[in-house]
């Protein structure tokens, strides 16, 4: 039996599990993972900094359900990491991050770059392992595949150290294993149905990571049946069609006054995949735990189950396991039961606010939400101007929101980047702020570099617009450490061989976003009133 290095083992392995490509910025640390995936059919994206390879692997997680596969040398590279793997452990989001070590021989003895990955990606990760043996190398590989994607999703850590993924061994004889299928028993699905029929003011709320288009389709027929307002947590807005006449709007930061009342009195509560937490229940102001409503909770992780507010009924599965059987159930319609008031109230929050300035962002959103085509990708990060997003846009297919529940800046133009690899046919708008859009820019190199067609809309407004926002609400009048300095976006778009637009009115927006559907990179500057995120109340 001809013998092989780890890194040929470890890129077999890869295929094995069905990975489609792989995010990187190389090192010297995982020369034999490079050589083996030379020989291997999973194309290596090459970032350019490892937080930015780090949020396309967690994007291509998000959007597949399947664990984007990222690779870093030791140190600096394992650190840089970090930013992206924080987002898909708040995201529940599976991702399996190899990380270049130094020589085993070499441990503990504070050699170059030398990090104790254990301690350090402990709390950050799932699970975090160090490879001690070659000939066990493709058995952790399994086994961080199926931690990244059982329960409540996440990242896992596998440190490589060099002389190990080098070394030669025999090929596994084993084959990895096949995962549990989730199943319910019907008998706990009657007092599920029971609670719906008999409730007053009934609430379904979607969230999580555990979803599909079958999902988004069964949570509407589900919604229809029990006459529920349908809405969904932060950042999960392509859950459920906007279009719908049950939904109802997402529970995220800066959610619907209306919305939120709506919680408040709620006799009966459905979460599928949704958590109660901060966000969803207005810094847990909208419900009182002591207080709280009938409380039904699908979640695949038994750990998060009456976590802050007790459940009344509760399953440890995916939503998918119980949706078909609540809804036979269910039985006959039960009559509209909130939903057509709570939509009232949706379609009136989505009327556009004037704020100061000759180009708006509720009037590019609001045109968005009109004008572009139900499958375009919007990506976004942090920032005040995803708020004007939040409210004003409509997703009306599943798998068209790429966002960081986390809330992490910089996230949007990598997202992009492999959303656009990973659906070449569906336009890509990375949706940017000033700020947010710098912390990753050199990304762009990226995109061009792999025919990443994306169009970038930046809000340029010149300042860190969150934190101003709060700066001048606390201590009015002493600004200090919020102003930026930006480039000229149209030069630069040319520089990396795009197109730039640059916009100083409303009336501008619609030519030069359509240009952008021809194909190419593209940059779209928002020139922003700098008094507009900063004092929109509302938002």
């Known amino acids: 039996m001809t013998k092989l290095h780890g890194g040929k083992i ?68 394992a650190t840089n990491a970090s930013a992206g793997l924080h987002i898909a452990m708040h995201d529940a989001t599976p991702m399996v991050c190899f990380v270049g070590q130094i020589p085993l021989k070499h ?27 070659t000939d066990r190398l493709a058995e952790y590989i399994d086994r961080a595949f199926a931690i990244a994607q059982s329960g409540r999703p996440g990242p896992v850590v596998l ?43 009934p609430l379904i709320i979607c969230g999580g990571s555990h979803w599909s288009d079958t999902d988004r389709q069964s949570a509407e027929a589900l919604a229809e049946r029990t006459g529920a307002p349908i809405g969904v947590t932060f950042r999960r807005q392509d859950y459920i069609n906007n279009d719908h006449p049950n939904y109802a709007g997402d529970f995220g930061v800066g959610m619907n006054p209306a919305l939120g009342a709506r919680l408040a009195e709620s006799d009966c509560i459905l979460l599928l995949g949704a958590e109660l937490n901060d966000i969803t229940t207005g810094d847990f102001t909208l419900l009182d735990p002591a207080k709280a409503p009938a409380i039904l909770q699908v979640h695949p992780d038994a750990d998060a189950i009456s976590k802050t507010y007790p459940a009344t009924y509760a399953v440890a599965a995916p939503p998918s396991a119980i949706l078909h059987q609540l809804i036979e159930a269910i039985g006959e319609h039960t009559g509209d039961k909130g939903a057509a008031e709570a939509r009232a109230g949706y379609e009136a929050w989505q009327e556009p ?69 990973q659906n070449p046919q569906s336009p890509v708008i990375c949706l940017a702020g000033d700020g947010c859009l710098q912390m990753t820019i050199q990304e762009l190199s ?59 009115s409303n009336e501008q927006f619609a030519d030069a976003y359509t240009a952008t559907l021809n194909g190419g990179l593209h940059i779209i500057e928002l020139k922003l009133d700098p008094k507009m995120l900063a004092t929109t109340k509302s938002l």
């Open 10 to 77: 470890l890129a077999q392995r890869l295929a094995m599990h069905g990975v489609e490509r792989v995010f990187s910025v190389p090192g010297e640390s995982f020369l034999a993972a490079l050589d083996g995936l030379h020989d291997a059919d999973i194309p290596n994206i090459v970032c350019r900094q490892e937080g930015g390879a780090a949020m396309m692997a967690e994007a291509h997680g998000k959007m597949t359900g399947q664990p984007g596969v990222l690779f870093v040398t030791r140190g600096p590279g």
């Open 107 to 133: 441990r503990d003895r504070g050699v170059f770059q030398e990090v104790d990955y254990r301690a350090f990606f402990g709390p950050l990760v799932k699970w975090v392992a160090e490879v001690e043996r």
């Open 159 to 201: 440190a490589l150290p060099e002389d190990i993924l080098s070394a030669m061994t025999d090929p596994p004889a084993t084959r990895p294993g096949a995962r549990a299928m989730p199943s319910v028993h019907p008998d706990m699905i009657a007092p599920f149905a029971q609670m719906l029929r008999q409730a007053e003011r």
């Open 353 to 421: 606010q004037p704020t100061p300035g000759d180009v708006q962002m509720e009037h590019v959103i609001a045109w968005l939400r009109d004008h572009a085509s139900p499958d375009t990708i919007i990506t976004n990060g942090a920032g005040n101007y995803a708020a004007f997003l939040h409210r004003y846009y409509r997703f009306r297919q599943y798998g068209t929101q790429v966002a960081p529940t986390s809330g992490s800046m910089g996230y949007c133009l990598p997202a992009a980047v492999s959303a656009k690899l």
């Open 446 to 504: 990226t995109a061009r570099q792999y025919g990443a067609d994306i169009t970038v809309i930046v809000a340029n407004n010149g300042r860190y617009g969150t934190i101003r926002m709060h700066q001048e609400k606390n201590y009015p009048g002493r600004v200090s450490g919020t102003d930026l300095f930006n480039p000229d976006y149209a030069t630069l778009a040319k520089a990396y061989g795009g197109t730039g637009h640059t916009i100083t």
